[in-house]
């Protein structure tokens, strides 16, 4: 068995890995949009540039699980590194002005994107359930949730800067670089692979057994489906341009404050919640900060004056971080290892499809009932999406992770 010390060490690569992959996301996203409304003066082509990386992360996103429980996992990341650094060497030569059609190859750049980040996810899922034992999941992933939005308020601010103050081709180049890194973290990550079981299973019939798993499970399905309807209704940050300039009639600098104000939140509380795993009534406070995030929503959409606006967005990520790490516990300590890469692949799909629907949702309710009314609409749909599982879900309402931990024990 592993002490403490050698899994902290071998999480710390693995965390690197995921660190060092998602900023090189991060930052190549923010250079490439840019990029493309520099060439285009257009719109439109930062939408299709959303649809260009959704299309083929949704195509490979289930065969992306089926071949990280099937292959080897460490390769997978691997791949997925790879990638992003072709990507960031493409896109530097496209700003050189190499080529002659560079908002098409932005474009390749932006489908090759969308099949890294159907890897990602579910080869670090699985590596995690390689290296963590189970009763220390819910210490661990809440600094995995922690870092997570930290390269995300990170990631574009660099990206920006570097943009800035280096250039575009230099920041596609730095965003290379990171996926350099995250290849050389996992690729020096100590661990002893599992055995590939059932290697001659079809990926239909590998696919349609994660399913059956997952929807007859009493805890997955409620958990994946609170978290794509809470992203779904209650996400505002798709409309924070708009509120800005409107409601607040302030400029760009207000909106990275507001951007950065619910990853800091959820960056906080990830780092306690690292220390002070909530094991007992898990399921509860789950439900109280689903509900906590819909109401600091609504009491946003009210505000007029900056800081309150930062400080209600502050809570919605303190509260939101709450959930998505007893979320995150319950995804890892109901996944079979067997299934780690379908299971988590499937709870890709559902938050891909909540953050990219949900910025259409939030537009087409703000074009017909109004900004403000739009996301305090939201917000509230949110609460009721917490309260509606709650009664209905009697497993999840009364989860407590440590005896999920007790019953693992028992089945060994």
Not at 25 to 53: P, R
Not at 124 to 137: A, C, K, Y
Not at 166 to 188: E, K, M, N, Q, R
Request: with cysteine; charged share 10%; proline share 3%.
């Amino acid at each position: 068995m592993q002490n403490h010390s050698e899994v902290g060490k071998r999480y710390l690569t693995l965390l690197m890995y995921r660190i060092w992959s998602t900023l090189s996301y991060q930052m190549m996203m923010v250079a490439i949009g840019w990029h493309l409304f520099d060439l285009t003066d257009s719109v439109i082509s930062l939408g299709l540039m959303g649809l260009a990386e959704l299309i083929p992360f949704f195509l490979l996103s289930l065969y992306a699980g089926h071949a990280v429980d099937h292959y080897s996992r460490r390769m997978i990341a691997i791949l997925a590194c790879i990638l992003h650094v072709f990507i960031g060497l493409l896109l530097m030569a496209v700003a050189f002005g190499y080529f002659d059609s560079p908002v098409i190859l932005i474009y390749v750049g932006v489908a090759l994107l969308g099949v890294g980040r159907a890897l990602l996810r579910p080869s670090f899922q699985s590596l995690f359930g390689d290296i963590v034992p189970r009763e220390q999941t819910p210490k661990y992933s809440a600094y995995s949730s922690a870092a997570f939005q930290g390269c995300i308020m990170t990631g574009p601010a660099i990206g920006g800067l570097l943009i800035a103050y280096v250039g575009l081709p230099w920041t596609y180049l730095v965003s290379g670089l990171a996926a350099l890194l995250g290849w050389y973290f996992v690729a020096i990550l100590k661990i002893q692979m599992r055995q590939v079981q059932e290697q001659g299973q079809s990926f239909i019939g590998s696919l349609f057994e994660g399913l059956h798993y997952v929807r007859n499970h009493s805890l997955l399905m409620p958990a994946m489906m609170i978290d794509m309807l809470a992203v779904l209704f209650g996400g505002a940050v798709s409309m924070l341009p708009a509120f800005v300039k409107d409601v607040l009639g302030a400029g760009p600098e207000t909106l990275g404050i507001l951007r950065a104000a619910p990853a800091i939140g959820a960056v906080l509380v990830g780092i306690y919640l690292a220390r002070r795993p909530i094991l007992q009534h898990s399921g509860r406070y789950m439900f109280l900060g689903v509900t906590g995030f819909g109401l600091a929503i609504i009491a946003f959409s009210m505000t007029t004056n900056v800081w309150f606006s930062a400080l209600f967005l502050f809570i919605s990520g303190a509260c939101d971080s709450v959930s998505v790490v007893i979320r995150n516990a319950v995804l890892q300590l109901s996944s079979p290892d067997n299934m780690r890469g379908r299971i988590s692949s499937i709870n890709g799909i559902f938050v891909g499809s909540s953050n990219e629907l949900g910025a259409l949702e939030s537009g087409l309710a703000a074009s017909v009932m109004g900004l403000v009314p739009s996301i305090a609409f939201g917000g509230a749909v949110t609460v009721l999406v917490a309260i509606g599982f709650y009664i209905q879900s009697a497993s999840l309402r009364n989860l407590k992770l440590q005896e999920l931990f007790n019953n693992l024990k028992n089945e060994k």
